[in-house]
């Protein structure tokens, strides 16, 4: 019998006294001693530190962001179906007027959470208010996903961090956590998104179905 089981056996088993004990106990019970040790070892096993925790979550923060990211792909194509004098044309009855300026002002949400808020920066997008077509609104977010990416890369693995900063309209700071700054972007794109849909049927265009898309319809995207 090996000397580590006798030491297990001697901890586990607090009425255990000594090395005589443990040999007589084993003697009796050698089944239950086993499982005990292969349960200790399971244990260990199966316990996760809040590191991989968080690592875990990031991950998954990462792989709803592609989601999106994919499903935007699929608005943007449909954009580029219209004229470009319809992609820019202010609408009565809608907020930000056309769907250009709901594309940027979607783009500058994320600028401002997390690029201003979190970062502390100003001027992260690189002439947002300039962009005049597809094209263009298109570049702007590859300028969104680098932003993203280097947000997720500083805090992701601290997604109930709150971070501090002063939010403009309300002239006070706040205090929000990392997850919250993610999600609320990302929400907020697709809530601007259904709007831009419904100016484009309005101006005579079919959309197709922008909802997240499902993983069969990714292969038909790259």
Not at 52 to 73: C, F, G, N, W
Not at 154 to 179: A, H, I, P
Request: aromatic residues 10%; charged residues 30%.
């Amino acid at each position: 019998m090996s000397q580590p089981l006798f030491y297990n056996l001697i901890i586990q088993n607090q009425h255990v006294k000594g090395l005589a004990d443990a040999c007589l106990l084993f003697l009796r019970h050698p089944l239950s001693a086993l499982r005990k040790k292969e349960n200790l070892k399971e244990s260990r096993r199966t316990t996760i530190s809040p590191f991989r925790s968080e690592l875990k979550m990031m991950d998954v923060i990462k792989q709803q962001y592609e989601l999106v990211k994919m499903t935007r792909e699929l608005f943007f194509r449909y954009c580029e179906t219209l004229k470009n004098e319809d992609y820019c044309k202010e609408l009565e009855g809608f907020g930000w007027g056309s769907i250009r300026n709901l594309h940027v002002h979607v783009a500058e949400c994320y600028e401002s959470w997390l690029g201003r808020f979190a970062f502390k920066e100003e001027n992260v997008l690189i002439n947002s208010r300039e962009a005049s077509d597809v094209k263009e609104v298109r570049e702007l977010f590859q300028q969104v996903d680098q932003l993203a990416a280097r947000f997720l890369e500083e805090f992701g693995r601290e997604y109930n961090r709150k971070l501090k900063g002063r939010v403009s309209w309300q002239g006070e700071d706040e205090e929000l956590t990392v997850l919250w700054l993610i999600t609320h972007t990302m929400t907020h794109e697709f809530h601007h998104k259904g709007q831009a849909v419904s100016m484009g049927r309005k101006l005579g265009y079919l959309p197709p179905d922008t909802d997240l898309i499902p993983p069969e319809e990714y292969e038909k995207l790259l």
